[in-house]
């Protein structure tokens, strides 16, 4: 049976946990631990009793992306259209993973189950696969359309920069636009 966290423990992981989310999404996955610990005000042991690897701490830092992950893509399923639907996942996903290089460098590898166990990613591709065949099946997704696709524009998506995080997103959104633009049948 899993056991409460005395008040300061807790408030030692959140704090633990906001520093890493703040940290991975402003600088990727490469800042390093003991910088974590040193902006969350803990001491590196702490961070380190905690989440004894950099793995399992973006494990815990991304939960609340990977939901949203998972939540645009049955969105995107549940449309009427599967063009529209198909559209909107490339365009979420591209807002997401803006906001955060972090969670970009660990959904594209870096650390593959940082962002989901391999069922829950398995789920999500084949969910895109379906909504990907529904796209095709009426036409409007380009027939040589693979899911291999999607991992070559969030890898090209991933090197945006910009000044500010108002000129990222918009560079995003418009990558957005010009990766469905490449994609219409």
Known sequence: MPQKLRADAEDNRERILTSARALFASEGLTVPMREIARHAGVGPATLYRRYPTKQALATAAFAEQVRACEAIVEEGLAATDPWRGFCLVIERICDLHVRNRGFTDAFLA????????????????????????????????????ELSDLVIMLTAHRGLQASTPARRLAASRRFAALTVQAFSA
Do not use: H
């Open 110 to 145: 870096t650390y593959p189950d940082a962002v989901d166990s391999s069922a829950s990613r398995e789920l999500t591709l084949k969910s895109v696969a379906t909504l990907a065949r529904r796209a095709k099946a009426r036409g409007q997704l380009r027939r040589d359309f």
